[in-house]
């Protein structure tokens, strides 16, 4: 098929495969071929929401800390409706290759086992963007591809009746004890009994009666054409024994493991096949019924696995907004610490490039936040020409405006690097190229786990600790930073002086203040806390909190709808466990009902 052209402008889409439940396997099969034979992945997510008021966002004074448990927070509780794929190349000729999906999601208990049992919220505004683009809501739901996680796979597998499963993990060995050699002997007596059995009727031509009556003695059964027998088992342990027992002495025998709804195995079922190559035959054929039933448990996590075991470099917008989902939804459930959560995602996703830290090189670019305004500002800045060339061909409803998004990224990221000129098509593996390296795994954030400072304004460079902020709350509605700022500067002489503090609102309820001399954070607090000084702030309803308590507050995940509300309720909670820690028993006042 020749390769033709495509450029997206104010009515042109670009053909993006729509994959649901219906065409996910051919699809699977398409997406594999072009990830292997592409140099990088791009990835976009449409959620059902990311944050649920103006304080949940990412903010300029966030440490990667704080940014990492609001992400976690958003993560947990909102649900991926879409997850856009583009593998794509970028040739020196400055031509993009890119082959687009866009994965319709909807996780659901397929396999009648009680997982995943889960919940979700929805943000009313990220639904009503979807809808104007012609989301169809009812495709998603009924139509939508399920999955589960690495963890929830590795749960559901020991719920799961699984009578094909011939492997099995040897413990450590160990002397076999009076009872094990019991067992042993007893088991070894009735397949040598039931197999010479199986023989004798392969000889003889018996009638339909006989040999149900000699089945129903010998208590065999038939597993497809071929007999079978099962053996009751009590413990992991004579799991282990009859495996070994049967692998070292009958060469034409396959044991299976039989699972128990609740997990463990309820018992094993030897298989008697004819010959050797019969034998090799049923193993295949089991193989690939284990392959079949893993594939249909996995779901839209077998692209997330391709993905990590191809180990392309991941291109992404977000990086940590996007890849707290991803974790969370198709790896296991989020870390406590964001040096826990880069940890256990570099294991899964080996290379991660962010548009963002790449854009932090063209300067004026940094204040584009949205993916078209970013390349109209490049369009007009710069010359950066980039062919786009998309092979597959789509229908009239797969060019709807769902998945473009993942486009977008591999046009921003060759673009920035035609004009940053590192060499975009170095290949997957070389990770250690000098001019790429910078750009792999930095997780866009405006503080490191390294250092206490952070860049309190978007615009502003200057770095300050975090330990010159206070929170401040409980001042009237509507009162703006200035008019705040203001009646903090007439309350104090220390307050009185140019240029000691500013004030941002954080959001209507909610005001940070910095201080931008050491030492002053500290005595406002205390100020305020006895009313000292500042008696008539603190009569006012005026309360403050230091930084420390910012992030008490986002650990503890009390996330209420403005800040000011979550500092009163994770108050409240300590004083009510400081309380229930406090209460002693008495043993004098224990009723005893004996004597009642």
Known sequence: MSQRRFLCNGNGRWPIKQVTKSNFTDSLNEITAHISNSDFVALSLQTTGSHSSTWHRILPFDTSETAYLKAKYAAQKFQILQLAVCPFSVRASNKLTAHPFNFHLFQRDELNIGTPCYSFSCQPSYLSSMARE????????????????????????????????????????????????????????????????????????????????????????????????????????????????????YENVVPLIISAKGGGAQSVRVVLTSSKEDRDLLEKDLKSMEEEQSKRIRGFREVVDLISTSQKPVVVHNSLNDFTFIHSKFVSPLPPTMDEFKSSLHTVFRDIRDINDLVKEVGPLNKYSNLPAALSYLKRNFFASVEIEMPQKASAEEHKNHGHNAVRISELFAKLCVILKPTPETQHHNLENPLLKPYSNAFNLGSTEQTDDISIWTQNPKQISIYNLVFLWGFRSNTSAGKLKAMLRKSHDVLSEDDVFDVRLVDKNCAVVVFWKNGLSEWFLEAIGYGDGLRELAAEGLMAAGYDAYIKVCKSEILGADLAASFAEFDRASRDHVEESEVCWNSELMINFDDL
Not at 181 to 197: C, D, L, Y
Not at 203 to 218: E, G, T, W, Y
Request: proline content about 2%; some cysteine; hydrophobic content about 40%.
């Open 134 to 249: 012609d989301f169809d809501f009812n495709l998603c739901i009924y139509d939508g591809i399920s999955y589960l996680s690495r963890a929830q796979e590795s749960a559901a597998k020991h719920q799961i009746l699984n009578p094909v499963s011939t492997a099995y993990v040897a413990q450590s060995h160990s002397s076999r004890s009076v009872a094990d050699n019991v067992f042993v002997e007893r088991i070894k007596s009735r397949i040598a009994h039931w197999i010479s059995a199986c023989k004798r009727a392969h000889m003889k031509d018996d009638d339909a009666l006989v040999n149900s009556l000699r089945k129903l003695i010998l208590g065999g059964d038939e597993y497809g054409s071929r007999p079978s027998f099962k053996i009751d088992v009590c413990s992991e342990r004579q799991v282990q024994l009859v495996f070994e027992m049967v692998k070292s002495r």
